[in-house]
């Protein structure tokens, strides 16, 4: 079973702040099918990041994804109110077919 | 614009069966393109991918609830259910449907999820 853990648990930030998500597999994941999700609260998941490292339509540039194999990063340069949310890491692939990391909730300091 | 809306009982006795539906508008479910999934996620917890259904009816199940779950489509309605069997308040969850396009690998289109809770 691929495990993606997700680090920190809690991110505390400001507005205009750097944002770094960390997001690690315990199997190799393809980059191709890793994927980043915000959810607000009562809301379904949105995608953000597909492919590891590619915005979905509506996404702004101060999104970004990297990483390869394992290790997988979202980082978001510069914080907007609307961003603080939790974000999921998923990969696709790896039993059981699809796995989602437990969250990191980007909270306002 | 694709659209997904689940439906079914928010409310499920213990031992008794979860069923939902999710409708899908907007597009076909006939199309090749997509994996038509349920995805689950308990109260302030995490995301769990339950199975997919494909337009043929194959279908993929999480090892970890396999055996009490059944995916069904059906075409001429455009839509697709959930049955789980045997249910415990550990299945008290929301329920999402959502599309998996199986080429660029993403969840991109999900319906708004129904909060189903087991309970006497």
């Known amino acids: 079973e691929n495990v993606l853990t997700q680090s920190p648990g809690t991110l505390s930030l400001s507005p205009g702040e750097r944002a770094t998500l960390s997001c690690r597999a315990s199997q190799s994941v393809s980059s191709s099918f890793l994927t980043w999700y915000q959810q607000k609260p009562g809301q379904a998941p949105r995608l953000v990041i597909y492919g590891a490292s590619s915005r979905a339509t509506g996404i702004p540039d101060r999104f970004s994804g990297s990483g390869s194999g394992t290790d997988f990063t979202l980082t978001i340069s510069r914080l907007e109110p609307e961003d603080f949310a939790v974000y999921f890491c998923q990969q696709y692939g790896s039993s059981p077919m699809f796995s989602f990391g437990q969250g990191t909730k980007l909270e306002i300091k | 614009q694709v659209q997904l809306q689940e439906s079914g009982p928010g409310l499920v006795k213990p031992s008794q069966t979860l069923s939902l539906t999710c409708a899908v508008s907007g597009g076909s479910i006939s199309s090749g393109d997509y994996y038509w999934s349920w995805i689950r996620q308990p109260p302030g917890k995490g995301l769990e991918w339950i199975g997919y259904i494909y337009y043929n009816g194959d279908t993929y199940y999480n090892p970890s609830l396999e055996g009490r779950i059944t995916i069904s489509v059906d075409t001429s309605k455009n839509q697709f259910s959930l049955r789980l069997n045997s249910v415990t308040a550990a299945d008290t969850a929301v329920y999402f449907c959502?599309?998996?396009?199986?080429?660029?690998?993403?969840?991109?289109?999900w319906g708004q999820g129904t909060l189903v809770t087991v309970s006497s």
């Open positions: 959502a599309r998996f396009d199986w080429v660029s690998g993403y969840f991109q289109y």
